[in-house]
């Protein structure tokens, strides 16, 4: 039975604030997202029977409807009137609750996979509205590249792209999100920050006249700050990088996550190397580039 394979990348977040808590009890932020080569595969196969199911790996990661991927079939097929369904399959490479976007990318491929397989009529906006109710960043992942990020993260604008090789490492020790936002302590936001924050302007500054050495002396996290013990991992583990040659590094999302910029990939691949004596997850990664972050193909299944 023929159906769709797609590879979906991961992001971290170049420069993350967060403004403070808004009346609708999400948090205002502004951030530079950027997909990375880290993959997780979903397949999908068209089920006439209008059941949805998702299977994943490894065995830890959410299955069945507990599954963002279950979620994002369910919505869009009651969102578009559909009554077919469909087999999902999810084969995760991009570690979970780190801060690598993984299950925020793999619900946005299932969301562009099915339209491709259900034939769907949909405009890129109403698909947006879609992945939203999913989560504030599955709509980047429909583009990726470099992304500016704002309000909860749902407002996107293109940011110049940033070509380059990092190393990506995952300590064990995970940082849950909620815990991260309250240990933070930011009050309710008062209106609207017109233009973005000094760190965010310099990131993107540095984007634009394409010079690495700023860009990863640009970058910036605010959960860095929290004292979490997941934190606390990360930030040595960001040291590491540093001591092993990176020109630049941070946390990504709430962590775990870190990352580092390297010169290039001879640089990263020894960076990784070296550091995964102590941080067994350690991988060179290049940067994706916008509208390289899904990548879909046919296949028999």
């Known amino acids: 039975m023929s159906g769709l394979k797609i590879e979906t990348a991961a992001k971290v977040n170049l420069c993350l604030r967060v403004l403070g808590r808004r009346p609708d009890g999400y948090h205002e932020v502004e951030t530079v997202l950027q997909t990375v080569g880290a993959w997780d595969t979903v397949v999908l196969r068209d089920e006439q029977d209008g059941a949805i199911g998702v299977r994943a790996s490894p065995a830890d990661a959410p299955q069945g409807e507990d599954n963002l991927c279950w979620q994002a079939a369910h919505l869009l097929a009651g969102h578009m009137n559909v009554r077919r369904g469909v087999s999902i399959v999810v084969e995760k490479t991009i570690p979970m609750r780190s801060g690598l976007g993984g299950g925020s990318s793999d619900a946005a491929a299932t969301l562009v996979g099915l339209v491709r397989l259900w034939h769907l009529d949909i405009s890129p906006e109403d ?63 008062r209106g609207r920050r017109r233009g973005p924050s000094r760190p965010v302007q310099r990131l993107v500054e540095a984007l634009g006249r394409g010079d690495l050495a700023a860009v990863s002396g640009s970058l910036h996290n605010d959960f860095e700050k929290t004292g979490l013990p997941g934190v606390a991992d990360a930030l040595r583990a960001k040291d590491d990088l540093l001591a092993a040659g990176c020109m630049g590094a941070a946390m990504s999302g709430s962590g775990s996550a870190v990352f580092g910029i390297a010169g290039g990939r001879a640089e990263a691949e020894r960076i990784a190397a070296r550091v995964q004596e102590k941080w067994p997850w350690a991988r060179a990664v290049p940067t994706v580039p916008s509208g390289e972050g899904i990548r879909i193909a046919e296949a028999e299944i």
């Open 127 to 189: 698909l947006a509205v879609v992945a939203v109710e999913l989560g504030s960043d599955v709509p980047f992942f429909f583009e990726g590249g470099a992304r500016l990020a704002r309000g909860r993260g749902e407002q996107l604008t293109p940011c110049p792209e940033l070509s380059a090789w990092l190393v990506v490492v995952v300590p064990e020790q995970r940082v849950p999100t909620a815990q991260a936002y309250a240990a933070l302590g930011r009050g309710v936001t």
